[in-house]
C-alpha cells in the first residue's frame, strides 16, 4: 500500500507523486508562481531521478524530501519574480543559459515553470551530463539543449557568445570569477542572474571592475526570501551594457586563478 509521505520527512521523494510535493506547491503560491499543468508530477520525477542516480554519480548531497523542494526546486524558481518585475509580464520566449548548471539547477525548474523558455544547459564534467540527457528524456520536456565543456572556453566561441538574452549560475564561482565565465555569453541589452549566499554584499564589491570591465553594470542586488528556508539569498542582477572585450574570457583558469 502507499501511503502519502509527510513532506518534511527525510524521505526521498516517491515516484511520480504530486502529493509529497506539498512544499514545492506551497512555495510557489508564496512566490507568486502558477506552475503549468503536468509540472508537479514532472517535479516528482525530477526528484525520484536525482535520488535514484545519487547512489551512483555524486550529484548533490541534498536527498530528503523537504530540502529538494526547499534548496533545489524553490530556490531555483526564486529568480522568477525578480525577472518578471525586470522584463515585465509575461516574460517572453527568452534564450537563457545555465552555466554550470550540475544536476540542472536552476536551469531545469526554470523550464517546468515556464515551457516556452528556450534553455541550454552548459557543464563541464561529463557524467553530468549523461545524468541531465536521461532526466530530460523522462521529463519529456520541450527541447533543451545541452553543451558539455567550460564555460571560459565556450564563451571564446561565436555559437555561444553573446548568444543568451538571460544567463543564470548558482553556486558555480565566487563572483569576480564568475563574471568572466558568464559576461561574455550574454547579449548586449541582456541579463546575467547570479543566485549568491550571505556573501553577496562582500562579493559584489570585490567584483565591480571585474563586471566594469567585462560590459557589465550591476543593476539589483536584490535580497531574497525562499520559502520555508532561513539563510539569507541574493540574487544579482547585471545587464550587458558593453561588448566583453575579445581578450575575455582568458583561457588556462586564469578567471580562477587570477579574477579581475
Ligand atoms: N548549479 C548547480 C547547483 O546549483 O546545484 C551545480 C553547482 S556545483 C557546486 C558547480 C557545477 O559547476 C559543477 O557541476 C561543475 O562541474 C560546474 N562548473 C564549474 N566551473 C565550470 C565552468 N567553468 N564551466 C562549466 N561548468 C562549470
Redesign the pocket.
Known sequence: MQTSPDPSSSQPIPPDSEEALSLLAAGCQQLGIELPPGALAAFARYGRELVEWNTRLNL?SIVASAEIQTK?FLDSLVSLPVLVEELGQPLPALRLL??????G??GIPLKLALPALQLTL????QK?IVFLEHLLAQLGIGPVTLVH????ELGRLPAHRERYDVVV?????PLNTLAE?LLPLVRRGGLAVL?KGPSAPEEFMAARHALKVLGGEAIRLAPVTVPFLEERRFLLLVKKVAATPAQYPRSQGLARKRPL
Do not use: Q, S
Open positions: 548533490t533545489h545555465d552555466v554550470g548548471t550540475g544536476a539547477f536552476p552548459m557543464e563541464g564534467t553530468k565543456g567550460r564555460a571560459e549560475a548558482r553556486a558555480v564561482a565565465y543566485y
